[in-house]
């Protein structure tokens, strides 16, 4: 037996443009959003290690200060709990407060690298701001700044974070840009302007790396946004070429479609009797060719179908609250004809909810999966319908499985293909389309169905779609 699940969703971009000049071009909020989110969960680990910290300083004081560690008391739970603050109001402010001048993704991301800045001029200050590497994180808030904001945007916390380390040094060592004397004339010179000199050396590289740091990744983002915008401009031109191609393909099958019907209409008439007697001989071969339109008409219709659904896509507005109970009875009487003619008996065992979706679309996804079922089932045989409601996080999952041909492993992914035919279809029903399980397809994508499909080839096979969002009563749409 084999299974596949299926899941359309487009992949969000990484780098999506919000417009604006090069020099101004910065991250969508979608994306900013993404990664506040990112952040926070990074800064849930931050904060776990400053704890972890605190507890080795009491365990272990002695070899941190041979690491040149020297305060180690009651900052990092201070800081611990800052932070987590912090971040309890960034998630806040995403989740609960509306979108405003003032509560914008941007805004959230500057205040998380305003904040961490301070932070970590705190822990640099209490580790040693020339003896460990803790100043060296102050390069991932400018690399970071540089991918989310304008390079001026960048430069800003460039600037920024040149003061605070300026300011830990002064601070750390009493200094005013003043170096002694005697460091530079005084061959014995002590100790303490020995470290000041140090600390001016440490001051002058750092600050230089943090602007060099800032240019190069500053160039390198406006290079990738720039790529990034020919790629957009790319998708858009392909997405025209593509939009071009499917109305000429509904204008060409619309065409087929009108002098089809009129042969068929006047194949009728010969067989009717309506043009005069026929031999059993011409009737026999006018019977071919009607079934043949037949096949060729149903195709038109699906081509049809395919290319509005496409041209459709996800409309928001068009969705409401469906009962799908009732899609389902709907999509049983217009196959009854089907059903009847090879003796297969529908099965029904539905517990009803209300799902959100376009209801000609879920009607056409339904009627679509269960034709196929009767399709693929052998005469006489059955096809079952029932749904598992998940009340805990309000899903339902409808299947509908027949006791049919089957679907070999090999084919299954490839059967939402549009004209995808394998070869044990074919042998069985040589009149498909290959397009029924691509209207299939896009009616989920439109809808944000999953789809879930078990084949065990001789046996038969289950369509399960997954309804998100349900509810047992249409309440409000």
Known sequence: MATADFSWNAPKQQFILAG???????????????????????????????????IVALIASDALTKLGIRNQQDWPLVLSVILSAANFA????????????????????????????????????????TTTPAPFFYILHIALACIFFSALEGLFVAIMVSAMYTIVLLIE????????????????????????????????????????VWYVVSRLTLVVRKHEQYLRDAYEQINQAQIAKDQYAMLVTHQLKAPLDAIRSKINL????????????????????????????????????LERLKTAGRNNDAMEYIDISATIYKCIDKLKPVTTARNIEIKLSIQNFFARGIPDQIEILFENIIANAIT??????????????????NS????????????EAKDLPNIFNEYFYSPRAVMHNQSSSGIGLSLVKIAAVNNNLQ????????????????FPNIRISAGES
Request: glycine share 6%; proline share 3%.
């Open 20 to 54: 604006g000049k090069e020099s101004g071009q910065k991250l969508s909020d979608e994306i900013l959003i993404d990664n506040i989110r990112w952040f926070t969960i990074f800064r849930w680990a931050v904060i776990g290690a400053l704890i972890l910290f605190q």
């Open 173 to 212: 060592n009493q200094m005013f840009f003043q170096v002694s004397q005697s460091i530079l004339i005084d061959p014995h010179f002590s100790n303490e302007s020995l470290q000041k000199g140090r600390a001016l050396v440490w001051m002058i590289a750092l600050n230089t790396l943090f602007f060099i």
């Open 396 to 407: 339902a999952i409808l299947t509908i499985s027949d006791h049919g041909i089957g679907i």
């Open 376 to 393: 693929y089932s052998y005469d006489d045989a059955a096809v079952d319908i029932n749904s598992i409601v998940k009340l805990p996080d």
């Open 270 to 305: 010969i067989k009717g009797g309506y043009c005069g007697q026929v031999s059993s001989e011409i009737e026999e071969v006018l019977t071919k060719i009607d079934r043949r339109g037949h096949s060729m008409s149903n195709l038109i219709l699906d081509v049809l179908k």
């Open 451 to 466: 789809l879930k499909v078990t084949s065990d080839p001789g046996l038969g096979t289950a369509f399960s779609v997954i």
């Open 90 to 129: 960034y998630i806040y402010a995403l989740d609960f407060c509306q979108p405003s001048k003032f509560n914008s993704p941007s805004i959230n991301i500057w205040v998380q690298i305003i904040v961490d800045l301070l932070c970590l001029s705190i822990v640099v200050h209490n580790v040693g701001s």
